[in-house]
């Protein structure tokens, strides 16, 4: 039987809208202006053996102060991805982003998306203008994503007041931080644990997590009656994905923190550039250690039991 070929849980699409200020935005973080369409898109995935994209709009949908503005971008946004996929069901999936910080546009359009428009789960930044994940006030949006067993991809975005440095482009040195910096303040609120119907994934492996994580259980006296145990258990409710991340330190240390199953391939393309991306996919499939079936379950496996619509199509 041929090999389905991969399930990418982190790709990106960039709506025509927004493709102006999204190439403004990676150029002022230093990174390369990102070009995306979904011709382009197809293409890069046969040429990389990926059956099926699932898509996310990887920036803030509106400017702090403007919820209205947020709302109505995110259901712009939404939609339009909506419509690709309901073109190409075998091809895309659909995380639908959500105008946090504002928890009642984020609950309307988590509903809408899920229920209207069939998206396979939701997307929000690792912070909103500045307010992290484990903020309390998100804790009703927490509550009704778990009552839906919902995916949630976290995506990074750069740190509050963060000083862009030319020569140290935010997207390679800052995101891996937030990411790190938001799953740790969700575990020490304890939102993975009162609501284990989620899964959220954090992208490139996670950040410094894996690497940290026992460094971090110790942080388990800041939340009362909490053991290091506890905080570890808490951080491995994450799963992961390997974007940009396959390399020969973070790979084995990506490997030896999350629990089974729940590592995932991903591309980040087009914010990671394809001849970059392609490296990265040599190395995950050049990694040596491997246990048998694990590097399937990584390209395709994993996330057919995360999103199973995505294993039938």
Same mark, same amino acid.
């Given at each position: 039987?041929? @090999?389905?070929g991969?399930?990418?849980?982190?790709?990106h699409?960039i709506?025509?809208?927004?493709?102006?200020?999204?190439?403004?935005? *990676?150029?002022?973080?230093?990174?390369p202006?990102?070009?995306?369409?979904?011709?382009?898109?197809?293409a890069?995935?046969?040429?990389?053996?990926?059956?099926?994209?699932? $898509?996310? &709009?990887?920036?803030?949908v509106?400017?702090?102060? @403007?919820?209205?503005?947020?709302?109505?971008t995110?259901?712009?946004?939404?939609?339009?991805?909506?419509? $690709?996929?309901?073109?190409?069901?075998?091809?895309?999936?659909?995380?639908?982003?959500?105008?946090?910080?504002?928890?009642?546009g984020?609950?309307a359009e988590?509903?809408?998306a899920l229920?209207?428009?069939?998206?396979?789960?939701?997307?929000?930044?690792?912070?909103?203008?500045?307010?992290?994940?484990?903020d309390?006030?998100f804790?009703?949006?927490?509550?009704?994503l778990?009552?839906?067993? *919902?995916?949630?991809?976290i995506?990074?975005?750069?740190?509050?007041?963060v000083a862009?440095?030319?020569?140290?482009?935010?997207?390679?040195v800052? &995101?891996?931080?937030?990411?790190?910096r938001?799953?740790?303040?969700?575990?020490?609120?304890?939102?993975?644990?009162?609501?284990?119907?989620?899964?959220?994934? $954090?992208?490139?492996a996670?950040?410094?997590l894996?690497?940290?994580?026992?460094r971090?259980?110790?942080?388990?006296?800041?939340?009362?009656?909490?053991?290091?145990? @506890?905080v570890? *258990?808490d951080?491995?409710?994450f799963y992961?994905?390997?974007a &940009? *991340?396959?390399?020969?330190?973070?790979?084995p240390?990506? $490997?030896?923190?999350?629990?089974?199953g729940?590592?995932?391939?991903?591309?980040?393309f087009?914010?990671?550039p394809?001849?970059?991306?392609?490296? &990265?996919?040599?190395?995950?499939?050049?990694?040596p250690?491997?246990?048998?079936?694990?590097?399937?379950?990584v390209?395709?496996?994993?996330?057919?039991?995360?999103?199973?619509r995505l294993?039938?199509?």
């Amino acid at each position: 039987m041929a @090999d389905p070929g991969r399930i990418d849980v982190h790709q990106h699409l960039i709506p025509p809208e927004q493709r102006r200020a999204m190439s403004g935005r *990676a150029t002022a973080y230093g990174w390369p202006a990102p070009v995306w369409d979904e011709r382009s898109a197809i293409a890069m995935m046969d040429r990389r053996s990926i059956a099926t994209g699932v $898509l996310s &709009f990887a920036a803030p949908v509106g400017a702090p102060g @403007d919820p209205a503005g947020a709302r109505t971008t995110a259901r712009r946004v939404n939609e339009y991805t909506a419509e $690709l996929v309901k073109d190409r069901p075998d091809r895309f999936g659909h995380f639908a982003v959500l105008p946090l910080p504002d928890v009642d546009g984020a609950l309307a359009e988590a509903a809408y998306a899920l229920d209207e428009l069939d998206a396979d789960g939701v997307m929000v930044l690792s912070n909103a203008h500045g307010r992290y994940l484990g903020d309390r006030a998100f804790e009703p949006l927490w509550g009704e994503l778990d009552a839906r067993a *919902a995916v949630v991809l976290i995506h990074p975005t750069a740190p509050p007041d963060v000083a862009v440095l030319p020569d140290l482009p935010c997207p390679l040195v800052d &995101f891996p931080y937030d990411t790190t910096r938001t799953a740790l303040h969700l575990a020490l609120n304890g939102v993975p644990r009162r609501h284990p119907g989620i899964r959220m994934i $954090l992208p490139h492996a996670g950040g410094f997590l894996p690497y940290a994580a026992h460094r971090f259980a110790s942080a388990g006296r800041l939340r009362p009656g909490a053991t290091p145990e @506890d905080v570890l *258990a808490d951080l491995r409710r994450f799963y992961f994905d390997t974007a &940009f *991340a396959a390399g020969p330190a973070a790979l084995p240390s990506l $490997l030896a923190f999350a629990a089974p199953g729940h590592v995932l391939y991903g591309s980040d393309f087009p914010m990671v550039p394809e001849e970059w991306g392609a490296g &990265f996919d040599a190395a995950l499939d050049a990694h040596p250690h491997w246990a048998p079936g694990q590097l399937r379950a990584v390209h395709r496996g994993n996330a057919e039991a995360l999103l199973p619509r995505l294993a039938r199509a």
